[in-house]
């Protein structure tokens, strides 16, 4: 246990050290319609997550997320997870490989009007019991910002990894400004594959004026019966 911290906190310590530039955009399960710059590399990186429900308690260590921006208006995206539940052992969560398209600029290339990208691609295979299958998602972002506030609305929908199963997803992020470096996020969010999995999170993103890191906190509290009844989540973002 010591070991794995102090591994973590040196980890934590040398990105934060690193002189690269950050543009945070977790901790949310939804995203937004802008795509990482012609060869760079974006990585989100959760250094501690934690969920609860039923009275167990599973730990998220660690969530990454790394997008390569392939265009001005494409980029690939990977991501997995490794989740440590009460019993069974660690296992791989949620990988996937993306591809996002940027289709109109707008308020987040920093021009007039709406943002709209269009993001899909392949569910790989887990660890998790029963989730050893290929599935598919396909999600529509549009972006935007009304007086102080940023917005973004994600609809989308998918096969999942069981049994190719249908799923809905949607979900809506509004960021608020508090200073040039600090704001307060919100996300509502739910996926709908027979049972509705909704919840809301409340957070914050610090980023500093030289932009070399950005750090994020996140609480999230289930709303529907499917849903984690508690989870928190901290993390980085640096691009390079």
């Known amino acids: 246990m010591y070991r794995w911290l102090i591994s973590w906190l040196c980890l934590l310590t040398a990105l934060i050290l690193t002189p690269y530039s950050g543009w945070a955009y977790r901790p949310f399960e939804s995203t937004d319609a802008d795509v990482t710059g012609p060869g760079q590399i974006e990585m989100e990186l959760g250094v501690f997550g934690w969920e609860r429900s039923g009275g167990d308690d599973t730990f998220i260590v660690p969530q990454m997320v790394i997008n390569y921006g392939l265009t ?7 991501e997995f997870e490794v989740i440590h539940p009460p019993v069974g052992g660690s296992r791989i969560a949620d990988p996937g490989l993306f591809l996002k398209s940027v289709m109109r600029r707008g308020a987040l290339q920093k021009r007039p009007g709406l943002s709209v990208a269009v993001e899909g691609g392949v569910l790989l295979p887990s660890t998790v019991t029963g989730e050893d299958r290929l ?18 609305l994600n609809i989308g929908a998918g096969a999942d990894r069981s049994n190719q199963a249908l799923f809905g997803l949607w979900g809506l992020i509004v960021e608020v400004p508090v200073t040039s470096t600090f704001r307060i996020v919100t996300e509502w969010n739910g996926e709908h ?48």
Request: aromatic content about 6%; hydrophobic content about 45%; overall charge negative.
């Open 193 to 240: 594959d027979g049972a509705a999995d909704t919840s809301a999170l409340l957070g914050a993103i610090w980023e500093p004026p030289q932009g070399s890191v950005a750090l994020d906190v996140g609480l999230r509290r289930g709303i529907s019966d499917a849903a984690n009844d508690w989870a928190v989540n901290l993390g980085v973002t640096v691009s390079f």
């Open 72 to 78: 001005q208006t494409l980029e690939v995206i990977g």
């Open 135 to 152: 599935g598919i998602e396909v999600l529509g972002i549009v972006s935007g910002t009304l007086s102080r506030f940023t917005w973004h």
